[in-house]
């Protein structure tokens, strides 16, 4: 059992994640990478607007303070 | 008694909370992990906007600040 | 006489508060912990909307930084 | 002649201060304790929304973070 | 030539600044003090919304984290 | 692989990325330097609004916390 | 090459900056000092809102949380 929430991003590393933002921004990708700040690092993301695609990145870093929740 | 208001995170490991967030959103589901920041991990969480289910998760991390109340 | 602000929560503890947040909402309860970002720890707390009673919780934790005004 | 902005609060200890908060809200009131984060106390404290008196309070603690300005 | 953007307002204790703020707010008044923070005192203080005066304060402090520019 | 968000960074010195800001603000430049706080200078840079080419910079530093996405 | 985007401010001292703020609004004029917090201190400002002069200014103090852009 994950003791801290941070936990469960370690886990998640390598594997595909849903982050949801403030506004009905969502991501998905593979999780590279994270820091203290929830600043998160995805690969093969997908950015949707209100569900819907809107782009792909290769890359793509998303500063912390935006994000709402998590789900690996 | 509780003496800080995170006792009452801690004695709800393991149980149902109603996470009631900034905005007409809220989230119930099992506590796993809480941290200082008020970052939340739940599993089986049910996002509800509005008072009408939206979204199951398996695992949800919640950042700590977009919250409203917790209540156990 | 109170010499800190945070005195006067000191003082109401195991007795009831009103708590007035950003936006149109205030909750009341028993004061039962605090801490110093101001996270209050209610219990048999109500949570009114344009001063009418939308919910009681039999434990509320309060995010600090939501917090427009406490009165004992 | 003060020297520092929270000089003009301590000097007002036991007085009625003025203090105008973010949107049309203001709080009159004997002023019995601050702190470094500009939480405010008062005693016998009026809340003001447009001008109109809207609630009396014994006492009143004020979140800093609010606050637009104070006047002694 | 000032070398930190706190020298003007060192320069210019016992003169009248204009602190413009977010919003269609400013206040012109001499200034009395000012901290790190940018919480800044005004003596002779007048309040100016849109352009026109609205009110005048014998002593004001002004939080700095609503400041936009303060101008000598 | 990266361990760390910033990695990608690090690794983007020299080359284009797309700095995408909250709002419908976004930016496109050879990226030159940045710090911890997500403080970017780019170089050629080109401001976009809405997808529309707004402004040209020769240089162009953001300031990080308007900052939602960065993609290299 | 600049290493730290606060190098571009460096460099820029007794030149033309146009510092771009959240909202429409812009200012240009000769950067004399700035801080870590961003905070920009100008001569012979001019505050521009959508693109039309407004304010001349002699001396303006600006506070960097409102920091969009600057560039040199």
């Given at each position: 059992m994950?003791?801290?929430p941070f936990d469960?991003?370690?886990e998640a590393i390598g594997k595909e994640v849903l982050v949801i933002l403030k506004g009905e921004i969502s991501v998905r990708g593979t999780l590279k990478a994270f820091d203290v700040h929830m600043n998160i690092l995805l690969e093969?993301?997908?950015e949707l607007r209100n569900g819907e695609l809107k782009t792909k990145f290769g890359k793509l870093m998303?500063?912390?303070d935006n994000i709402l929740f998590v789900s690996p």
């Amino acid at each position: 059992m994950a003791n801290r929430p941070f936990d469960v991003l370690n886990e998640a590393i390598g594997k595909e994640v849903l982050v949801i933002l403030k506004g009905e921004i969502s991501v998905r990708g593979t999780l590279k990478a994270f820091d203290v700040h929830m600043n998160i690092l995805l690969e093969n993301a997908e950015e949707l607007r209100n569900g819907e695609l809107k782009t792909k990145f290769g890359k793509l870093m998303i500063r912390g303070d935006n994000i709402l929740f998590v789900s690996p």
